[in-house]
């Protein structure tokens, strides 16, 4: 599969290997399904031919930035059956995930094919006629020691005995969007949408869009609705993630920043103690807790 790739290049390749059977055999009958059946067994192929390359590259001590080709590739391939601008967002984040998917690549035993269901480019039942369909195998680990529990006995809830009550007040996922803009496109083919440099369709509303992140106007009536409650609740917590969605173009400074900025605000404005927790998104990259850190 891998000579195929370095010999021929991607699109011969493609052409080659699918139409000899060698990656994905197709049926006579599966052909006389229609245009729609042979395309999804087209991409079901493809993905298998990039996912096998990257893994062989990667398994010989390849460098990253010699497989980042092929997994911009990939990528695309994948995401753009889903309807987003592939080709803008790819790089980035190929770029932010590579070191991760480099070191689950070398830890563990993935089947393309399996992989290829994941990215939806490949169906359970394709995989399953192509008998290609193999669990996970993972390699040994070493065992990470857990932190010792300590459990205490706390203090019980409302009761019907006339117990006391406490008024708990839970916000989560503001994902605010310094750059939302008003009027901007809510149809843009990306993650997240609303921002004035996008192309697309639609208006974004002054409270925001249902395909869009948070703007300032509706965390501002958050604050101010949660100031004005009667009775205070006697604990609030925020239960995290902070950042907007485009993970195409985050930065340790990005993440951090808005972080900074929700925890100013929200103590200013509210005036008193909030419980925090983080979420995956306040990591850099998003939902990467162990990667290093710049200094």
């Not at 770029?95 to 035993?109: E, G, N, S």
């Not at 008024?167 to 496109?185: A, N």
Request: proline fraction near 7%; include cysteine.
């Amino acid at each position: 599969m891998a000579s195929c790739v370095h010999l021929l290049g991607f699109s011969v390749a493609f052409s080659l290997c699918f139409g000899s059977g060698l990656l994905f055999p197709l049926r006579r009958t599966d052909a006389g399904r229609g245009k729609s059946h042979l395309k999804d067994a087209v991409s079901c192929a493809v993905c298998e031919i990039l996912v096998s390359y990257i893994q062989s590259e990667l398994a010989s001590n390849a460098t990253l930035d010699s497989v980042k080709p092929v997994a911009i590739e990939l990528c695309v391939y994948a995401l753009t059956k889903e309807g987003i601008n592939a080709l803008y967002v790819c790089p980035g984040i190929i770029d932010l995930y590579a070191p991760a998917v480099q070191y689950v690549a070398t830890q563990v035993v993935l089947d393309p094919a399996e992989l290829c269901v994941d990215f939806k480019l490949c169906t359970s039942n394709q995989i399953a006629r192509a008998k290609k369909a193999r669990p996970l195998t993972p390699r040994e680990l070493p065992a990470v020691p857990l932190p010792h529990a300590t459990h205490s006995e706390g203090t019980r809830g409302p009761n019907e005995d006339g117990g006391s009550t406490l008024t708990i007040l839970q916000f989560t996922d503001i994902h605010i969007d310094p750059d939302y803009s008003k009027g901007s496109p809510t149809q843009c083919g990306l993650y997240v949408c609303c921002r004035s440099w996008y192309n697309g369709t639609g208006s974004a509303g002054y409270y925001g869009d249902y395909n869009c992140d948070l703007p300032m106007t509706t965390l501002e009536l958050l604050a101010d609705t949660i100031k004005a409650l009667d009775p205070q609740p006697d604990v609030i917590v925020y239960t995290g993630d902070n950042p907007p969605h485009d993970i195409w173009n985050e930065t340790y400074n990005s993440q951090l920043g808005v972080t900074q900025f929700l925890v100013d605000y929200l103590a200013q404005k509210l005036d008193r103690v909030i419980y925090p927790a983080m979420g995956n998104h306040e990591s850099f990259p998003e939902s990467q807790y162990y990667g290093q850190l710049p200094l």
